[in-house]
């Protein structure tokens, strides 16, 4: 045996180790270990540091000890054999090229005055925990305070109307719908196409059916939806994702309607809802329902930081009773401390103060990444005066070509193949525009019109 006295790992520990790992159940069982003092001199070190390795080996049941004999290997039953599985190695995951120019969605730079504003409620939640009286866990459904501050702020913002007892915190907006779905019996649950990518395989791990409905102009087609008759629908009508569209008020009320006579659910995820800079954002589907035909899910993302992953859910009335019998027994998801950050973060107002600056910095990006890709007559964006990103056109340009090409131009957009169930051509892109600076879509911008341009003349 050897010991490394220079390791960081204590004398005793590697000793045990060695001894526990020499353990064969067909050589060693029952054979007798050195003493104490006869190992410590072999190996030059002191009694106590052999006699910690032999308590916790006697500890953990390997080894036992004779008064007057010594100590020997127990007889193990049932050892375990090392299984031999001949599988391929696992190849790396590809690495993306890093640019300069990332159209990635859903990144948002926090702006400066709101994460200062942020850290000081933190630090103000780290304040209140050391009172014994805020210590405990929070409800399973989230702090009762964040609920309410909740409450009303959706009440202020989006004309909703519930109670605490309807919202549920959650860890992030599809960790709200993945509970949403395994609250629901199981059945048929109509997704938007375009859409969400991976929403059907979500929906099919609780047991549920999916049926692809079409997206147009007017958002989801409600023509398809009363033909296919699902038991759900989820739907982003506030900025249909990724194409963009906003589902006009006589819809809302013809979706709405539907949901009544036949007591469907209709799932409303309203990211983005906050961002609207032509006009002010149509009322929410759930502000506007009379039946409880909706579940309201939301997120906190777009007020702090994406990697914070805390969002939420509202109920309606009939399934709270489903939710208690169901996960009476739950944790909450998102730790106390953050939640009692988030209730410092609005009762400051910062949560408020941090969507105005925002909303108004993101009306001047999406302003000007439509006014650079007007001069292209190439290149046909979705623009519905929403959302912090683009959807855009370019035909006649093979994919591969224009991917490969922006790299080399230190930029990266995104198709949207996998978005789309049987897409009708393979010649639209998603451009997130939130976490590029001003002076950033200056340069980008222009220079994606000029590579289309250029591989178009070659085409």
């Given at each position: 045996?050897?010991?490394?006295?220079?390791?960081?790992?204590?004398?005793?520990?590697?000793?045990?180790?060695?001894?526990?790992?020499?353990?064969?159940?067909?050589?060693?069982?029952?054979?007798?270990?050195?003493?104490?003092?006869?190992?410590?001199?072999?190996?030059?070190?002191?009694?106590?540091?052999?006699?910690?390795?032999?308590?916790?080996?006697?500890?953990?049941?390997?080894?036992?000890?004779?008064?007057?004999?010594?100590?020997?290997?127990?007889?193990?039953?049932?050892?375990?054999?090392?299984?031999?599985?001949?599988?391929?190695?696992?190849?790396?995951?590809?690495?993306?090229?890093?640019?300069?120019?990332?159209?990635?969605?859903?990144?948002?730079?926090?702006?400066?005055?709101?994460?200062?504003?942020?850290?000081?409620?933190?630090?103000?939640?780290?304040?209140?925990?050391?009172?014994?009286?805020?210590?405990?866990?929070?409800?399973?459904?989230?702090?009762?305070?964040?609920?309410?501050?909740?409450?009303?702020?959706?009440?202020?913002?989006?004309?909703?109307?519930?109670?605490?007892?309807?919202?549920?915190?959650?860890?992030?907006?599809?960790?709200?719908?993945?509970?949403?779905?395994?609250?629901?019996?199981?059945?048929?649950?109509?997704?938007?196409?375009?859409?969400?990518?991976?929403?059907?395989?979500?929906?099919?791990?609780?047991?549920?059916?999916?049926?692809?409905?079409?997206?147009?102009?007017?958002?989801?087609?409600?023509?398809?939806?009363?033909?296919?008759?699902?038991?759900?629908?989820?739907?982003?009508?506030?900025?249909?994702?990724?194409?963009?569209?906003?589902?006009?008020?006589?819809?809302?009320?013809?979706?709405?309607?539907?949901?009544?006579?036949?007591?469907?659910?209709?799932?409303?995820?309203?990211?983005?809802?906050?961002?609207?800079?032509?006009?002010?954002?149509?009322?929410?589907?759930?502000?506007?329902?009379?039946?409880?035909?909706?579940?309201?899910?939301?997120?906190?993302?777009?007020?702090?930081?994406?990697?914070?992953?805390?969002?939420?859910?509202?109920?309606?009335?009939?399934?709270?009773?489903?939710?208690?019998?169901?996960?009476?027994?739950?944790?909450?998801?998102?730790?106390?401390?953050?939640?009692?950050?988030?209730?410092?973060?609005?009762?400051?107002?910062?949560?408020?103060?941090?969507?105005?600056?925002?909303?108004?910095?993101?009306?001047?990006?999406?302003?000007?990444?439509?006014?650079?890709?007007?001069?292209?007559?190439?290149?046909?964006?979705?623009?519905?005066g929403a959302g912090l990103h683009l959807v855009v056109r370019i035909p006649e340009i093979d994919s591969a070509d224009l991917l490969n090409a922006l790299i080399q131009a230190d930029i990266r957009i995104y198709p949207l193949d996998s978005n789309w169930q049987a897409m009708p051509s393979h010649d639209y892109y998603l451009l997130g525009f939130a976490a590029l600076s001003l002076a950033d879509l200056e340069i980008a911008i222009p220079r994606l019109i000029q590579i289309c341009e250029r591989l178009a003349s070659n085409h």
């Amino acid at each position: 045996m050897i010991l490394d006295r220079n390791a960081t790992q204590p004398l005793y520990l590697q000793l045990y180790q060695q001894l526990r790992a020499a353990y064969d159940p067909n050589n060693t069982a029952r054979q007798k270990l050195w003493s104490v003092r006869k190992l410590a001199q072999n190996l030059a070190v002191s009694k106590t540091t052999v006699e910690q390795a032999y308590d916790q080996l006697m500890a953990e049941g390997y080894i036992y000890s004779v008064p007057g004999s010594g100590y020997f290997y127990h007889d193990l039953q049932h050892w375990p054999t090392p299984a031999t599985i001949d599988t391929p190695p696992t190849p790396p995951l590809a690495t993306p090229t890093k640019v300069t120019y990332d159209f990635h969605y859903g990144r948002l730079p926090m702006l400066k005055p709101s994460w200062n504003a942020w850290k000081r409620a933190v630090r103000e939640a780290l304040r209140q925990a050391e009172d014994a009286a805020n210590t405990h866990d929070p409800e399973a459904q989230g702090l009762f305070a964040l609920r309410e501050q909740l409450g009303r702020f959706l009440a202020t913002t989006r004309g909703i109307q519930c109670t605490p007892d309807q919202i549920v915190i959650t860890n992030g907006a599809k960790a709200g719908l993945s509970f949403l779905l395994s609250l629901l019996p199981r059945g048929l649950v109509g997704i938007e196409n375009p859409g969400y990518r991976g929403l059907d395989e979500l929906a099919a791990g609780y047991g549920h059916r999916t049926v692809a409905l079409p997206v147009t102009a007017q958002g989801v087609d409600l023509a398809a939806l009363k033909a296919a008759q699902p038991q759900v629908v989820y739907t982003t009508p506030a900025h249909q994702f990724p194409l963009g569209y906003v589902l006009p008020i006589a819809q809302r009320l013809d979706l709405l309607n539907w949901a009544a006579t036949n007591q469907r659910l209709i799932i409303e995820d309203d990211y983005d809802s906050a961002y609207r800079y032509n006009a002010r954002p149509l009322p929410a589907l759930q502000s506007l329902a009379t039946a409880n035909q909706v579940a309201y899910l939301g997120t906190f993302d777009r007020g702090i930081d994406p990697t914070l992953r805390m969002g939420y859910l509202v109920l309606p009335p009939q399934l709270v009773t489903t939710y208690h019998q169901q996960y009476q027994y739950r944790s909450a998801m998102v730790a106390g401390l953050l939640q009692q950050a988030m209730v410092n973060y609005f009762e400051s107002g910062a949560y408020y103060r941090h969507l105005s600056r925002s909303r108004n910095l993101n009306r001047q990006k999406y302003q000007l990444v439509c006014k650079l890709l007007a001069k292209s007559t190439l290149i046909q964006p979705i623009a519905t005066g929403a959302g912090l990103h683009l959807v855009v056109r370019i035909p006649e340009i093979d994919s591969a070509d224009l991917l490969n090409a922006l790299i080399q131009a230190d930029i990266r957009i995104y198709p949207l193949d996998s978005n789309w169930q049987a897409m009708p051509s393979h010649d639209y892109y998603l451009l997130g525009f939130a976490a590029l600076s001003l002076a950033d879509l200056e340069i980008a911008i222009p220079r994606l019109i000029q590579i289309c341009e250029r591989l178009a003349s070659n085409h």
